[in-house]
């Protein structure tokens, strides 16, 4: 029997990666991306899965870091994201950085060449036709304001947007690096293990650094007027909104100074230190690691060139600020990411209340996957909540809210970036390492970390695996 396709609205990382799911179970896709005939704030091509805000796509390590737990089920679930990053990483210490153009590149590529995948470039300006038996929305931070209209109209929402900010980029051959220098923090390597120089740090002395902050403090800032009393994500702050909390706040946040050894000056430890991380496999481009911002275009120039080792910068592109959208999940999701007022709709990916490139790209992987379950008559299961995927289902379907999640509680949740605090517990017992003494304190809770890995990724391979066997069309 002919399978109906299933409507994919957004081709960002979410809606890039629940198209491939799908058609890799072998049900046809609609992926509807309005770029390049509607643009927006914030993208500059029309590629599927561009990269805006950073690179970067945080921690490889599946040991000891729940990102890169989640990177690790993505892959062993044929993850079209997490495989075009590791194809195309820069050096980035222990993180996972791509070179965002070749990466979007080859994630059209791949879903142009799926027999499955039917692209249609165009806005949709309105709630899907009910002729459209299976959705997904993944249309992100970037929703556009009629499709907006139409889910705070079928959601009763009063409002779906908060700020979301980029950081600048700088031409390598401009950076001084006879005051600046390669290393990443504590010289740990990334993967593969290459990247212990991954990143480039300027030291900042007390008098440079509080110049610095008085600086971002009365610079111009872009207003936006028609967006005020939008609340901005707290892992995604501009700079000077850190600044305004507290002169210490960026020595106790990206400008840190902890783990680098300026070779320049050896004896003298740096009082704050900014990083740039690598843009593209080039290495002609790097970003300014934390430095997103509302400064104007002009006042970024003159301040960030006060910082030792750019003061001859040359920008690629300067900081920004654009509105980002997410619904009130745990209110308005089943556990099967299914819009509860029309449940032949789905939501995936950053609308739906996570944070970051790979959770985002996570979400459009269950969901694509459990859309063409539904599709061939398969068992629809979320993920466990024991595996990373699916502690990211269960905090947006309501496992941050203590009691009825449909009360006025659930209004306090906020977008979340994956995290061992969304794992349930494990019984860990009396824990020893090679020497034979007893684990505690940090030692502990980092061997604790890696048996929550562990676990999750048994979990996961039995979730993939109720996923397979005979169906029936639909």
């Known amino acids: 029997m002919t399978i109906e396709p299933i409507h994919i609205i957004g081709g960002g990382m979410a809606g890039s990666e629940a198209a491939w799911q799908a058609a890799n179970m072998g049900v046809p896709v609609v992926l509807h991306e309005m770029r390049p005939v509607r643009k927006t704030d914030a993208h500059h091509t029309d590629g599927l899965a561009e990269l805006v ?55 059209t590529a791949a879903l142009e060449a799926h027999p499955l995948v039917t692209i249609e470039r165009g ?28 889910i705070l109209a079928k959601t009763g929402e009063d409002s779906l947007a908060f700020f979301d900010a980029i950081a600048p980029i700088v031409h390598v051959e401009s ?82 100074p902890v783990g680098l050894t300026n070779p320049h000056n050896p004896t003298v430890k740096s009082y704050a230190i900014v990083q ?40 690629a592109r300067l900081g920004g600020i654009h509105r980002n959208t997410f619904i009130n999940s745990p209110a308005l999701l089943d556990g099967q990411l299914r819009l509860k007022a029309d449940t032949r709709v789905r939501f995936a990916g950053q609308v739906t209340g996570v944070e970051g490139y790979v959770e985002s790209a996570a979400m459009g992987l269950v969901a694509g996957r459990m859309a063409a379950a539904e599709r061939l008559g398969l068992r629809v299961e979320a993920p466990p909540s024991t595996t990373a995927l699916g502690a990211l289902v269960n905090h947006i ?42 684990l505690k304190g940090a030692d502990r809770g980092r061997a604790r970390k890696r048996l929550i890995s562990l676990r999750a990724l048994d979990d996961v391979e039995t979730w993939l695996k109720t996923q397979t066997g005979s169906a029936t069309a639909r």
């Open 276 to 315: 740039l991380r690598q843009d593209n496999k080039l290495g002609t481009l790097w970003n300014i690691v934390g430095f997103q911002t509302k400064l104007k275009y002009a006042a970024q120039e003159q301040i960030f060139r006060t910082i030792p080792g750019l003061e001859n910068a040359q920008f």
């Open 53 to 107: 805000c950073s690179n970067s796509f945080r921690s490889d390590d599946w040991e000891y870091n729940a990102v890169g737990l989640l990177h690790e089920e993505m892959r062993r679930a044929n993850g079209l994201i997490i495989a075009m990053g590791d194809l195309h990483k820069v050096p980035a210490g222990s993180a996972l950085a791509v070179d965002r153009d070749a990466f979007s590149a080859d994630v």
């Open 397 to 438: 379907t309501g496992g941050h809210v203590v009691g009825q999640i449909e009360d006025s509680t659930a209004r306090s949740f906020q977008p979340m970036n994956v995290n061992y605090g969304l794992f349930p517990d494990i019984e860990v017992g009396e824990m020893k390492g090679p020497d034979g003494k007893r």
């Open 175 to 256: 950076i001084d690096m006879s005051k600046a220098w390669k290393q990443s923090r504590y010289d740990k390597p990334g993967p593969g293990g290459d990247g212990a120089e991954a990143y480039i740090n300027c030291a900042m002395d007390k008098e440079q650094y509080e110049a610095f902050i008085a600086a971002l403090l009365a610079g111009p800032k872009t207003e936006f007027k028609e967006w005020e009393g939008t609340p901005y994500f707290e892992g995604c702050l501009p700079i000077e909104v850190m600044a305004e909390r507290g002169a210490e706040t960026l020595r106790y946040g990206p400008m840190k």
């Open 123 to 150: 806005e949709v300006d309105g709630w899907p036709p009910e002729a459209w038996s299976s959705v997904i929305i993944a249309t992100g931070p970037l929703t556009s304001d009629a499709l907006a209209k139409a």
